[in-house]
């Protein structure tokens, strides 16, 4: 079974090109499995969304992830686990709202009656 999160990141286009182009490399291709990837050419972004996904920071795909992150001066990173304590946020030292506001943080029900 294991332990399930939702993870979100926004980045420039030209830094989700280069890490695409290293996931592919490995065995398993995080980018390429992910959820959603979504292009905002106006502001020259990505976003890339994965649902109920393992993300262990020992796997190597999730690894180069973390590590090619940590590298940037601009992006969002936003992991929700299972408990609803566990809740990760990370971005990068130039990020700005307005660069990266297309993902947000929040946990909440929804009731349409």
């Not at 920071?57 to 304590?85: A, H, W």
Request: proline letters at 1%; a negative charge.
């Amino acid at each position: 079974m294991g332990y399930y999160s939702d993870v979100a990141i926004c980045m420039k286009k030209e830094d989700y090109e280069v890490l695409k182009e290293k996931s592919a490399k490995l065995e398993y291709d995080m980018i390429d499995v992910a959820t959603t990837t979504r292009f905002d050419e106006e502001d020259n972004t990505v976003v890339i969304y994965w649902s109920s996904v393992k993300w262990y920071s020992d796997f190597e795909e999730v690894e180069l992830i973390e590590n090619f992150l940590q590298t940037l001066d601009t992006y969002k990173f936003i992991r929700l686990g299972e408990d609803y304590e566990d809740n990760e946020f990370l971005s990068g030292p130039e990020w700005a709202e307005g660069i990266c506001n297309k993902i947000h943080m929040c946990r909440d029900i929804e009731m349409d009656i």
